[in-house]
């Protein structure tokens, strides 16, 4: 475990209908970075009209960027959520915690399982080398979900607050990550102020989290925030990859 402070970097919703985006959204967050010690998490078919294509184009680059160092999660599947939630609980996070892209939030246990596997095996067979983790849309897990994670088998998950490894349920990495959001005004405003906040006050933590999206480049107050606040977090504190959380055996 790192005994410095290290900030974890993240790129979601990696899929050829944002390819532009995610280029743009890799070049701000790594400006300071010797060589690209970020994640990239990626959606097998976004929305069920962006399918990744082995031996394709953008496949091509998911290797590259895997080569060069860019640790790859599983990200679902479609990204899009379909279920029929039941609960005050799960209905108030679908509806208010994304907008209709908590897939894994409401999904059952098989099901779950069937897209986790099959998101696996698309983005290993196309890089080469096992995933990283798992990390579900918008960060929204359902029991199904929770359980097919460790039926699974993957290394690490991730949600709004912490990083564990399924298999033990050991948090690894602990507090809240910081993001941005471009749905709405007042969700730009709040995105804004936060990540000012998190500047001027963030204690530098043993282990630090900040997540980018591909919206997030069409507001250019979003991506100056972004990239002043990479800037700040980085200062005293260094880049790190997701994979030095694996277990010493799985390094």
Do not use: C
């Not at 892209?101 to 099959?118: N, P, S």
């Amino acid at each position: 475990m790192a005994r410095s402070a290290s900030l974890l970097v993240s790129i979601h919703d990696v899929s050829p209908k944002f390819e532009g985006q995610v280029d743009r959204l890799a070049e701000l967050v790594s400006r300071d970075m010797a060589t690209p010690a970020y994640a990239m998490l990626v959606v097998p078919d976004h929305w069920g009209d962006a399918p990744i294509v082995a031996g394709s184009p953008f496949a091509s680059r998911l290797r590259a960027w895997s080569d060069a160092g860019v640790d790859m999660f599983v990200h679902g599947w479609f990204h899009l959520d379909r279920s029929e939630h039941s609960g005050a609980l799960a209905r108030f996070k679908a509806k208010r915690m994304t907008a209709g892209e908590g897939e894994f939030l409401g999904l059952d246990r098989a099901t779950a399982r069937a897209r986790m596997a099959d998101g696996r095996k698309l983005v290993e067979d196309i890089v080469g080398r096992a995933a990283t983790g798992f990390i579900a849309p918008a960060w929204l897990y359902g029991d199904g979900a929770m359980r097919a994670l460790t039926d699974e088998g993957f290394a690490l998950a991730e949600d709004h607050m912490k990083v564990w490894r399924p298999g033990t349920g050991e948090v690894v990495a602990r507090g809240p990550v910081i993001t941005w959001a471009s749905r709405s005004k007042w969700r730009i405003a709040s995105s804004l102020a936060v990540a000012a906040a998190a500047r001027a006050a963030l204690p530098r933590k043993a282990w630090m989290r900040l997540a980018v999206h591909p919206g997030d480049t069409n507001v250019p107050a979003l991506t100056d925030s972004i990239a002043r606040t990479v800037a700040s977090l980085s200062r005293g504190a260094r880049f790190a990859r997701y994979r030095e959380l694996l277990p010493a055996t799985g390094a």
